[in-house]
């Protein structure tokens, strides 16, 4: 059973960093799309960053939101993925979650498709104070 779990969310001022990390079991990276959302109070969960395992299977991108300031790494475990966050806003605050989809689906050059994402952390809660 595929498994991924967040963790490293938490409270900063806006201008700080934070560092998620997902981790995953149950599967192997190379045959998948991880990818990071997230998800305000009231609003609907969005897509932040996706990478494929290999360039040649597909791009990374990055919401236009967070372009210059997230940045998505591959772990020294071949299960980890880690999420950057730099130069936080306070609109940033949102329950993150990395999630998982097949291989040439879900991380396209044109944006990020959530529904193509078929299981899901529990999520870690980032907010950022003004």
């Known amino acids: 059973e595929a498994q991924l779990v967040e963790s490293g969310g938490g409270f900063v001022q806006a201008g700080g960093s934070l560092r998620l990390s997902c981790a995953w079991s149950g599967f192997t990276f190379a045959d998948y799309v991880i990818g990071w959302f997230r998800q305000a109070p009231g609003k609907e969960r969005e897509g932040v960053v996706c990478?494929?395992?290999?360039?040649?299977?597909?791009?990374?991108v990055y919401a236009d939101s967070v372009k210059g300031r997230f940045t998505i790494t591959r772990g020294a475990a071949k299960n980890t993925m880690y999420l950057q966050m730099n130069s936080l806003k306070a609109e940033d605050t949102a329950v993150y979650y990395c999630a998982r989809a097949d291989s040439g689906y879900g991380c396209y050059e044109h944006g990020i498709n959530k529904y193509d994402f078929d299981h899901w952390g529990q999520g870690t809660q980032v907010t950022v104070s003004s």
């Open positions: 990478m494929s395992s290999r360039v040649s299977k597909g791009p990374t």
